[in-house]
Structures are given as structure tokens and as C-alpha cells.
T-cell receptor
Framework: AQSVTQPDIHITVSEGASLELRCNYSYGATPYLFWYVQSPGQGLQLLLKYFSGDTLVQGIKGFEAEFKRSQSSFNLRKPSVHWSDAAEYFCAVGADDYKLSFGAGTTVTVRA | DAGVIQSPRHEVTEMGQEVTLRCKPI?????LFWYRQTMMRGLELLIYFNNNVPIDDSGMPEDRFSAKMPNASFSTLKIQPSEPRDSAVYFCASSPGLAGDTDTQYFGPGTRLTVL
């Protein structure tokens, strides 16, 4: 079965600074990979996804992620964070059975 | 499109009462998922349906939980009797299940359940 590890529970970053959130997955075949964002009291919104092809994926809100098969990673990045990026971020891996396994999430705090 | 719709958004009930959570998936989506989110256990998949048929209910915690999907536009998750440890946010998600977009799941806003 597939699984996801997000090593960082909480990250604090200054507004305007860059952000990188780590995600490592475990799956025997080529995975489907996702990043979702959850603002307080809200549902999960899809930021980006990787199914195949170009390993650098662009998403909404200026986010991007890079799939590295050799490292079993799918890290999320943003060059310059805004205060509105404060939220919880979830990495997820999917398999052919249409099920998603989510990581524990990383909470991002943005300081002025 | 209105997205996935869940009701109620908040539910407060007393232990032992029956609770019914409702979900309307995005029109045309063939897959529907129920998740539970808690601080301790994160996001857990409870059950999912394909074309209104339950495919995998291995995540349903116990017999007190049941889910139905009587038609393509409506699903319910029922807890009877409810217990304080059922307090959580319950999310419904739907997915088109089409080639090229197989696993993208679109989430509803969730129902925050508090069992006193």
C-alpha cells in the first residue's frame, strides 16, 4: 500500500521569503501525486498534481512541485510567500485503486 | 459548477443520538469518498463508491457507521449511536474517474461534528 511522509509538522516563514515543503512517498509503481491546501475551517483545495510527463509541475497560487523518482519525493515550493498562504498543506499519493493516502500535513505560518 | 456540497456544516449532538451527514457530489463524477479528519489521526478514508456502489469500506471504524449512495447525486454517512470519540470533521469528495484525471478528488467544505 502507498504511504506519504511529511517530515515537517510546522514551518514559519517571513512574508516575501521562499517556501519549500517536503513530501516523501512510498509506492512500488509510478504514483499519482497531489498537493492540497486547507485554510482554517475550509475543505481541501487542489494546488497541483503529477501523473506523468514533465517532473516540474506548476499549480495555482504560484506554487510548483518537482517529482524526483530517485528520492521518492514531491516537494512543494513557492518563491515568495504571501500572508494568505498561511494554511495547512497536505501531500497525497494515489494508486490505480482510486484511493488517496494523505500525509499528516504541514502547517505554515507567515510572519510579517 | 457549485462543487461538492455538504450539509450540515456544523452538527452538535448528544451521545447516543443518530447523526446523518449529507453530500452532493459534482455532477458527472463517478466516484464519491467519505473522509474523517481528526488531530490525532489526520485524514482517514472511511469508504468510497463507484457509480453508487460501495467499493471499499475498510476504513469504516465500526458497525455504528454506515454509508449509502441511493443515486448519483446524493450520499449519506450515518452514525448510530454516536459517541464523543466520533467528534471530527467529515469530508466528502468526488472524482471524475476519467483517464487522464483519474484520481483528482474535489473536496466539500466538511461537516464539523461534535458529540457531547
Amino acid at each position: 500500500a502507498q504511504s506519504v511522509t511529511q517530515p515537517d509538522i510546522h514551518i514559519t516563514v517571513s512574508e516575501g521569503a521562499s517556501l519549500e515543503l517536503r513530501c516523501n512517498y512510498s509506492y512500488g509503481a509510478t504514483p499519482y501525486l497531489f498537493w492540497y491546501v486547507q485554510s482554517p475551517g475550509q475543505g481541501l483545495q487542489l494546488l497541483l498534481k503529477y501523473f506523468s510527463g514533465d517532473t516540474l509541475v506548476q499549480g495555482i497560487k504560484g506554487f510548483e512541485a518537482e517529482f524526483k523518482r530517485s528520492q521518492s519525493s514531491f516537494n512543494l515550493r513557492k518563491p515568495s510567500v504571501h500572508w494568505s498562504d498561511a494554511a495547512e498543506y497536505f501531500c497525497a499519493v494515489g494508486a490505480d485503486d482510486y484511493k488517496l493516502s494523505f500525509g499528516a500535513g504541514t502547517t505554515v505560518t507567515v510572519r510579517a | 459548477d457549485a462543487g461538492v456540497i455538504q450539509s450540515p456544516r456544523h452538527e452538535v449532538t448528544e451521545m447516543g443520538q443518530e447523526v446523518t451527514l449529507r453530500c452532493k457530489p459534482i455532477s458527472g463524477h463517478d466516484y464519491l469518498f467519505w473522509y474523517r479528519q481528526t488531530m490525532m489521526r489526520g485524514l482517514e478514508l472511511l469508504i468510497y463508491f463507484n457509480n453508487n456502489v460501495p467499493i471499499d469500506d475498510s476504513g469504516m471504524p465500526e458497525d455504528r457507521f454506515s454509508a449509502k449512495m441511493p443515486n448519483a447525486s446524493f450520499s449519506t454517512l450515518k452514525i448510530q449511536p454516536s459517541e464523543p470519540r466520533d467528534s471530527a470533521v467529515y469530508f466528502c469528495a468526488s472524482s471524475p474517474g476519467l483517464a487522464g484525471d483519474t484520481d483528482t478528488q474535489y473536496f466539500g467544505p466538511g461537516t464539523r461534528l461534535t458529540v457531547l
